[in-house]
């Protein structure tokens, strides 16, 4: 199975802040990364696919990079909606693994 | 709108079976891989498996196969997550999603539309 880690595992931001959340493989996996949020008691949120494409109504403050083994997310200037828990996933092969989450709280 | 409606919470004891459901309402439900996910907080998300209601092609997690049963019903637009003998570890989330395949300028693969979660507690 691909692995997947992201670094941090959590980050204390305030409004307004740029955060930068990575993603990484442990071989190649081309651009295909997906990135998801999620709030507490709440199911995942679809942001970006193939690393970098932004999902339809996902605020344009999120966007992803990054190919081969060594991707990004960024949030452009934190929002209080943002405030949840981001994790990437891989669909280069199956089993679809998914990376164990960054947690963005409040500062 | 597209929607994933699960069934919903159940307590289980070891060596117990248990089905748990979701339904796909608002697009052509054939047309989709279903995939199902557990999320626990040692583990975080799994991904479980997923079976393509067009013709019930089902792929499974190696670690899980023969532990579960991904099947689907067409006539009531409705996948199934199945265990004939329950674990303690098998306590869980367990969340279904739609999966979409995108070709642009690549091949994308990605869910874009989750149920709310079934949440699966087994103990004695």
């Known amino acids: 199975d691909i692995q997947l880690t992201q670094s941090p595992s959590s980050l204390s931001a305030s409004v307004g802040d740029r955060v930068t959340i990575t993603c990484r493989a442990s071989q190649s996996i081309g651009n295909y990364v997906n990135w998801y949020q999620q709030k507490p008691g709440e199911a995942p949120n679809l942001l970006i696919y193939g690393a970098s494409n932004l999902h339809s109504g996902v605020p344009s403050r999120f966007s992803g990079s990054g190919s081969g083994t060594d991707f990004t997310l960024t949030i452009s200037s934190l929002q209080p909606a943002d405030f949840a828990t981001y994790s990437c996933q891989q669909s280069f092969s199956t089993p679809f693994t998914f990376g164990p989450g960054t947690k963005v709280d409040v500062k | ?124």
């Open chain 2, 1 to 124: 709108e597209v929607q994933m409606v699960q069934s919903g919470a159940e307590v289980k004891k070891p060596g117990e079976s248990l089905r748990i459901s979701c339904k796909g309402s608002g697009y052509n439900f054939t047309n989709y891989w279903i995939g199902w996910m557990r999320q626990t907080p040692d583990k975080g998300l799994e991904w479980m498996g997923i079976i393509y209601p067009g013709d019930s092609d089902v792929k499974y997690r190696p670690s899980l196969q023969g532990q579960v049963i991904l099947s689907v019903d067409k006539s009531i637009n409705t996948a199934y997550l199945q265990w004939t003998s329950l674990k303690a570890s098998d306590t869980g989330m367990y969340y279904c999603a739609r999966r979409v395949t995108t070709v642009t300028t690549g091949l994308w693969r990605y869910f874009d539309q989750w149920g709310l979660g079934t949440l699966v507690t087994v103990s004695s």
